[in-house]
């Protein structure tokens, strides 16, 4: 069991080391470094409508060869929507297999492009060593994150609070 753990840390730290970003980074910074690095668009689109089902919406990444989505609740806490926003990214910077998804209008892809769709990773648990990765680099991406979730914000001034306040 140690020696799992030892594997989970090991493969944090270098997934994180491949991030030339400095923290605090904002969502919008960290994802236009991600389009950068993967040559991909990175969409970032909240659930609408009857995808808002209580308890029972989370982060959704669908993906193809020139772009990620990356759907997230907006509903919640801005901390709990860059969770879900980085768990995504998780995925991604681990380089997951999603499963085959030939999209279709339904609940999952309300308001999306369907063209180029070609993966899904969603989760039902967390208890799929993929899954477990991609929450453990998630949540270190977003404990290093500020801001709200807006892809024109930037993080300047969260760098330059860290540096007087030490968080």
Do not use: K
């Not at 994802?31 to 909240?46: F, I, N, Q, T």
């Not at 990773?121 to 929450?135: K, L, V």
């Amino acid at each position: 069991m140690a020696r799992r753990g030892g594997r989970r840390r090991e493969r944090l730290v270098h997934v994180l080391a491949r991030v030339p970003l400095q923290p605090p980074w904002t969502v919008g910074e960290f994802l236009a470094w991600l389009e950068e690095d993967s040559g991909r668009e990175v969409e970032l689109v909240p659930w609408t409508g009857s995808a808002l089902e209580p308890n029972n919406r989370c982060g959704l990444l669908l993906g193809g060869p020139t772009r990620y989505v990356i759907r997230y609740d907006a509903t919640r806490s801005v901390r709990h929507q860059r969770q879900q926003i980085f768990h995504e990214v998780g995925h991604v910077l681990c380089q997951h297999p999603g499963e085959t998804f030939r999209p279709t209008a339904s609940v999952l892809t309300t308001g999306l492009s369907l063209a180029g769709i070609e993966y899904m990773m969603q989760r039902s648990t967390f208890d799929t060593p993929t899954e477990a990765e991609a929450e453990l680099v998630g949540t270190q991406l977003a404990v290093l994150s500020r801001g709200p979730i807006d892809l024109d914000s930037r993080g300047e001034l969260h760098r330059i609070a860290v540096t007087f306040d030490g968080s």
